[in-house]
């Protein structure tokens, strides 16, 4: 299972999602959070995704606006569901994503003229 945490500071929430490859070569996934916009993202995304939703943005479900329109375009959620299903894919190390523990982005020069 290919398991990540998205923790949204400016916004105070915080997503746990989880993909799952399953028999058919499909994924299953699941979206624990406690922001309403993300819990339509996920009604919208849906629990099965494809292995084309995760690895080619054109026709990808995960990234498609009208999925996505309940979030704000500066969520992670997207990025995180393609994290968590590319790690469960074998397509980024596990061992790696240990060491590392995350991936974020930093706000600098918040107020430089």
Same mark, same amino acid.
């Given at each position: ?5 998205? $923790? ?7 997503? =746990? &999602?989880?993909?799952?490859?399953? @028999? ?6 699941? &979206? ?7 819990? #339509? %993202? %996920? =009604?919208?995304?849906? #629990?099965?995704?494809?292995?084309? $939703? ?5 026709? +990808?479900?995960?990234?498609?606006? @009208? ?11 997207? !990025?995180?569901?393609? !994290?968590?299903?590319?790690? @469960?894919?074998?397509?980024? +190390? =596990? +061992?790696?994503? @240990?060491?590392?523990? +995350? ?11």
């Amino acid at each position: 299972m290919g398991t990540v945490l998205v $923790d949204m500071k400016f916004c105070d929430k915080k997503h =746990k &999602i989880k993909v799952t490859a399953k @028999e058919d070569g499909n994924l299953n996934v699941h &979206i624990a959070t406690n922001c309403d916009h993300v819990k #339509d %993202y %996920y =009604k919208n995304l849906g #629990d099965t995704l494809s292995i084309g $939703d995760v690895t080619d943005r054109n026709g +990808s479900r995960v990234f498609d606006p @009208e999925v996505c329109f309940p979030c704000t375009i500066t969520c992670l959620v997207p !990025s995180g569901v393609v !994290s968590a299903a590319w790690l @469960e894919l074998g397509m980024l +190390s =596990k +061992s790696r994503a @240990e060491q590392i523990g +995350s991936n974020c982005i930093v706000f600098t020069g918040v107020g430089d003229d």
